[in-house]
């Protein structure tokens, strides 16, 4: 054989294509941001398709089914389909607190007491932040059926569309909702007249909470070849979590925030402080996707605090139901074999400009 064909052949040998990921996400997080615009995906082998989920019920109906290999989404959808659906749902570990939580109205409703009456536009009305919403709205006085009315819509997207217009496409009128990161810095960073009215945060009524968690079906962990990609993805992410929260690498982190969401560099700045909040931001207790006790304790007692587990067994022992472990709701199996190999292999990223959209600019998010 040719000198050259061998060459050739040992080249093609040495490469090997990449494991695709399917990945489910309401939004694209800052962590997720860093980690596909800084190589943290390419680096472990990976293709991460981002597909955007226009409301919890397409988005679980798509991680049960098998579409999504992994999902991120409130940790309260979780309960939801854990205790009261008995669905095999399996959290990974938890990726924020809540960021930019906030109950939003148009700009002629200044007080939440203006909203006695009116709808407020949800993703759903039993899962997700529709229990937070219910939560501020009761710290102002106001409870759902004798002061307001849930009307579904969807996703934040589209929430915050229908926010800044005053209507749906149908011509509804819409009032308030919640929104979180990166909308809320959005809506902060638009011109006097157009912004919306923040009538107050999540944080007030309640703190910490779990928000944002890496959810798989419990039948991944059993599949080799899944397990595998699972493991690579969630150190990904970890390393670009750990990148995220180290303060030198503010600029490279601000500009893949900026490029991902296609955003300016000044809404991408705030949208980076309420990321490395620590009380509310994509930040874990022990630093390594782990998910806060009193943080899901807090999402689950607002839940029920308002009939939302009415299907979950009698009896059921939360505390018990909660504790991480081996087939449990929470199952850091995943997480613990991604925090070694990146202890053992850290993955690292070297801020190229020319990997990053320098020139972001003002338009749709894109998540």
Not at 199 to 220: H, K, M
Request: glycine share 8%.
């Amino acid at each position: 054989m040719h000198p050259g064909s061998v060459l050739v052949l040992a080249l093609l040998a040495g490469a090997q294509a990449a494991d695709t990921v399917q990945y489910g996400a309401f939004l694209k997080t800052a962590t997720y941001s860093v980690a596909n615009a800084l190589g943290f995906f390419t680096k472990n082998n990976l293709e991460v398709v981002y597909n955007q989920v226009p409301n919890s019920t397409a988005a679980f109906d798509s991680i049960l089914d098998g579409q999504y290999d992994i999902l991120t989404a409130t940790v309260d959808n979780a309960l939801n389909y854990r205790f009261n659906q008995a669905q095999p749902i399996t959290v990974l570990g938890q990726l924020d607190q809540g960021p930019g939580l906030v109950l939003a109205a148009v700009q002629s409703i200044t007080s939440a007491k203006q909203l006695k009456g009116k709808p407020i536009i949800v993703d759903s009305p039993v899962s997700g932040y529709a229990y937070l919403l219910r939560k501020i709205l009761s710290s102002h006085g106001l409870e759902l059926g004798a002061d307001y009315y849930f009307m579904t819509v969807g996703g934040t997207a589209a929430r915050y569309s229908a926010l800044l217009t005053g209507q749906l496409p149908n011509g509804t009128a819409v009032y308030a909702t919640i929104l979180n990161y990166p909308f809320t810095e959005q809506a902060a960073a638009l011109n006097t007249g157009k912004a919306p009215s923040i009538l107050g945060a999540v944080a007030d009524v309640v703190a910490p909470i779990t928000s944002s968690a890496f959810t798989i079906r419990q039948q991944s962990l059993a599949d080799p070849v899944t397990h595998d990609r699972l493991v690579r993805f969630t150190q990904s992410m970890y390393a670009a979590n750990e990148y995220l929260l180290e303060p030198r690498n503010k600029e490279c982190a601000v500009s893949a925030i900026a490029a991902q969401l296609n955003i300016t560099s000044a809404i991408a700045q705030s949208a980076y402080t309420d990321a490395i909040n620590s009380l509310t931001g994509e930040v874990s207790p022990d630093g390594s996707f782990g998910v806060s006790t009193q943080g899901i304790r807090n999402v689950k007692d607002v839940r029920a605090q308002y009939g939302g587990f009415a299907g979950a067994p009698a009896g059921l022992d939360f505390d018990a139901a909660l504790r991480p472990g081996p087939g449990q709701l929470i199952d850091y199996g995943i997480r613990d074999e991604a925090v070694l190999r990146q202890t053992l292999s850290p993955l690292k990223s070297t801020c190229e400009p020319s990997t990053v959209n320098m020139q972001a600019r003002s338009g749709d998010l894109g998540a």
